[in-house]
């Protein structure tokens, strides 16, 4: 089993806090996407969408989209349980990782990639209207979801960490590629953001 990874990127480093916070060791296989090499013939026959990060099975399998990946892990290594335990728990992440990844992180994703002018040739068209239009829609949410934390509680879905917390991490420190900053007043969505930034995972 090998993980193909892209480095800093938010989808593979979302896989790479999951595995940390399992202790899993999964051996990397490194795609420079600055070179192309996701676009190969031999990276796409791995994932036609030419995107990592990919994880790729000893029978050759190969599972894309890094929520399935933390999924085929979860299976494998089902504690520390990241996708809640219990039905009311497991609703509640998986509604909380829909909303940070659709909402939050999706919407960072659209701003960054259609108003930075290094993302030209990535994104194309690239639509520089459409990444402005995405600006308020962050802001919106992270008022959203300061409202949600500010009752201070330290995870965003249930009692304990889980893989909406590496999400909505991914995404606030997406915020600074992005140009995009968190407003002043929104002090639960900071607090949150510097624990979760405070974890030995939050480096993988």
């Given amino acids: 089993m090998r993980l193909y990874d892209s480095g800093r990127a938010p989808n593979p480093r979302r896989v790479r806090i999951f595995l ?16 192309g090499e996701h676009r190969t013939p031999a990276f796409t026959a791995l994932n036609p969408f030419q995107r990592t ?21 979860e299976e494998l290594h089902p504690a520390p349980a990241l996708f809640g335990t219990g039905a009311r728990e497991r609703a509640l992440v998986e509604m909380w990782q829909r909303r940070l990844e ?9 701003a960054f990639r259609h108003s930075h002018p290094a993302m030209a040739a990535w994104e194309v068209p690239q639509v520089p209207a459409w990444g402005e239009a ?56 900071r607090r949150w953001h510097e624990a979760l930034r405070a974890r030995p995972s939050a480096e993988a």
Avoid at 53 to 73: F, K, M
């Fill in 134 to 189: 995405n600006r308020p829609k962050v802001t919106e949410f992270l008022a959203l979801l300061d409202r949600h934390l500010a009752d201070g509680r330290p995870f965003v879905a249930g009692d304990g960490f889980s893989v909406a917390d590496i999400t909505g991490l991914v995404a606030l420190d997406f915020l600074k590629p992005a140009r995009i900053a968190v407003p002043d007043e929104l002090a639960a969505v």
């Fill in 102 to 110: 659709f909402g939050l992180l999706g919407a960072i994703a659209a």
């Fill in 20 to 35: 940390a916070e399992k202790g899993v060791s999964i051996p990397l296989v490194p795609v420079d996407i600055g070179a």
């Fill in 53 to 73: 990060p990919v994880l790729e099975l000893d029978d050759g399998t190969a599972i894309a989209e890094s929520i399935a990946i933390c999924r085929y892990v």
